[in-house]
């Protein structure tokens, strides 16, 4: 559903009673939400009226569902009224409590989503996990403190804050969805002390005229986190300049792998790391899986910080994996400095970070090449000044099909059609063949290249 309190609420309830809960993006279309209740192998759908519409298209196709409850529902006789179902339930907590966990979809190469599913521990709610509270120390996460969430509450990092904050007796705010001059608006009326945001949020709030940003008072801010992507150096730079030495970055993955972590300060010393390894163990290794020097690129493994696979997947758990099961890996290119900080430059995967959001090209690919006047279809992420990044088609026609605007439009109004708008190509180009290696498997490398070549790297 859209970022309501009842989804907190929700999620609360699962986390306390010891079972596994799927945040699922508000923005996917039927066929995406379809696959996604299946495969978490779900029994009860909680949903908003706001939803109903896609709800039911995909629910023709799920047929576990026992059980849908339906937020802001009370005037629709055909649904169960989430407030009405719990209504003569107690307010005290069940007699059986213990720690469930959200088992979030991360998606996936091959253009599937997958489940990270964690092991349960059966501790009790009220006992904090391991890495919850390494966060909450990192970022000084205390009772009286003010969270201000700025993003779809599906996301990763927002559902954990959240969970955190209100763990830690936190005072929560919730935008139902990002505008630069409100964000501002709430620090200043509620006495912000805490946020999260991805550096899309900042370029947007700097590009305020200087009248609007100066009305308002931030100075409650103490800890301002920002991940999900790289930030460009200059916008960090601004940032700190006029929010002052509050901003943390931190780079980690849905799957919980490990952990780095920098203040305002190491970074202004280090500018462009991600930070310094705080949890697990990083290993930068070479397509050999041998180490690389200090300051040389290689794709990132961690020991594992944590316990996890991939829900009835185990091939994709084994292909994030090393061969001894030892170490995990989310496909990020980098290096480390001889002081130990982080620097990403690159993705092993075609993986698209948009906004804070990633996205696996795959999925919009194997549509594309479903279209009749489709005769081969490359998807990847371009640069783009205030995303990081867009999502980028690059098509090969039938014969006979002639490649031209109104086609693009019509194949982006395709993809639009079947798959979330954060997924489908904000523009197509055309080639008369993309190119393929002798095997048969598509070189989207040149293709990328092309868009990128006045780039020094490959992230933004």
Request: aromatic letters at 8%; one cysteine or more; glycine letters at 8%.
């Amino acid at each position: 559903m859209e970022n309501n309190s009842r989804y907190i609420e929700a999620c609360g309830a699962g986390e306390r009673a010891g079972l596994y809960y799927t945040p699922i993006n508000s923005y996917l279309k039927a066929e995406e939400l379809a696959y996604i209740i299946n495969n978490c192998d779900a029994k009860v759908l909680i949903t908003s009226a706001k939803k109903l519409d896609v709800v039911h298209e995909a629910l023709g196709g799920c047929p576990n569902i026992e059980l849908i409850l339906v937020v802001n529902a009370a005037r629709l006789s055909q649904v169960t009224d989430y407030d009405a179902a719990i209504a003569d339930f107690p307010d005290t907590p069940i007699g059986d409590e213990s720690l469930g966990s959200a088992m979030l979809y991360s998606s996936g190469t091959t253009g599937r989503p997958k489940g990270i599913l964690r092991p349960l521990t059966g501790t009790r709610p009220g006992e904090n996990p391991p890495l919850c509270e390494i966060y909450a120390q990192l970022f000084k996460f205390r009772e009286d403190m003010v969270y201000l969430s700025p993003a779809p509450l599906y996301h990763a990092a927002p559902q954990a804050s959240v969970n955190a904050s209100i763990r830690h007796g936190g005072t929560v705010v919730i935008m139902e969805r990002f505008d630069p001059e409100q964000y501002l608006q709430l620090v200043e009326k509620y006495q912000v002390t805490h946020s999260q945001l991805v550096p899309t949020m900042f370029s947007r709030m700097l590009k305020l005229p200087d009248e609007v940003r100066n009305t308002y008072d931030v100075s409650s801010l103490e800890s301002a986190a920002h991940a999900a992507a790289p930030c460009p150096i200059p916008v960090k730079e601004q940032m700190i300049e006029w929010w002052g030495p509050v901003i943390y970055e931190y780079y980690s993955s849905s799957e919980g792998l490990g952990l780095a972590y920098c203040t305002s300060d190491e970074w202004l010393q280090h500018k462009g790391t991600v930070g310094r390894i705080v949890a697990g163990k990083l290993h930068v290794l070479d397509p050999n899986h041998d180490p690389v020097p200090s300051g040389c690129s290689g794709e990132l493994w961690f020991e594992r910080a944590s316990d996890f696979e991939y829900y009835q997947d185990e091939q994709r758990t084994r292909d994030a994996s090393s061969s001894d099961g030892s170490l995990s890996t989310v496909g990020d290119i980098g290096y480390m400095d001889e002081d130990g900080y982080l620097y990403l430059t690159d993705r092993s995967t075609f993986m698209i970070i948009s906004g804070g959001v990633n996205i696996y090209p795959q999925e919009c690919e194997n549509l594309l090449i479903t279209h009749p006047k489709v005769a081969d279809a490359a998807v990847f992420g371009v640069p783009n000044s205030d995303l990081g990044e867009e999502v980028k088609a690059v098509v090969q026609a039938m014969p006979g099909v002639h490649p031209d605007d109104e086609l693009a439009e019509e194949l982006i109004d395709f993809c639009q059609r079947h798959l979330s708008i954060q997924k489908s190509p904000r523009s197509i180009d055309f080639e008369a063949e993309l190119p393929r290696l002798p095997t048969g498997k598509l070189y989207k490398q040149e293709l990328r290249e092309r868009y990128w070549q006045n780039h020094k790297g490959r992230i933004v």
